[in-house]
């Protein structure tokens, strides 16, 4: 069983940055960042391997960046240069486990 919970939203100005925290309990391999805003669907954000590789969506590409610390069983999305469309519910999943997400809004 493995639990997972996100944390690190909040509001921020457009450009401005957050990062987001997601730690586990229980062992974890590959851990993703997706999100949601209202009225669309889930979508992917970025992803990360126990080898450390890693992936992303096109709208996170050169401006967010997914890291872990094995030490503290946590996996991080740092989210440079933010727009209002990054605005949305953001969850961690290790499939078939999800986190309760965590809210950012991007707004001035």
């Known amino acids: 069983q493995v639990q997972l919970v996100e944390s690190g939203g909040g509001l921020v100005q457009p450009g401005g940055s957050l990062t987001l925290s997601c730690a586990a309990s229980?062992?974890?391999?590959?851990i993703a960042w997706y999100r949601q805003s209202p009225g669309n669907q889930r979508e992917f954000v970025a992803h990360?391997?126990?080898?450390?590789?890693?992936d992303y969506a096109n709208s996170a590409k050169g401006r967010f960046t997914i890291f872990r610390d094995s030490a503290k069983n946590s996996v991080y999305l740092q989210m440079n240069n933010l727009k209002p469309e990054d605005t949305a519910v953001y969850y961690c999943?290790?499939?078939?486990?999800w986190g309760r997400g965590t809210q950012v809004t991007v707004s001035s």
């Open positions: 229980g062992t974890i391999s590959y």
């Open positions: 999943a290790d499939p078939p486990y």
């Open positions: 990360i391997t126990t080898g450390g590789n890693t």
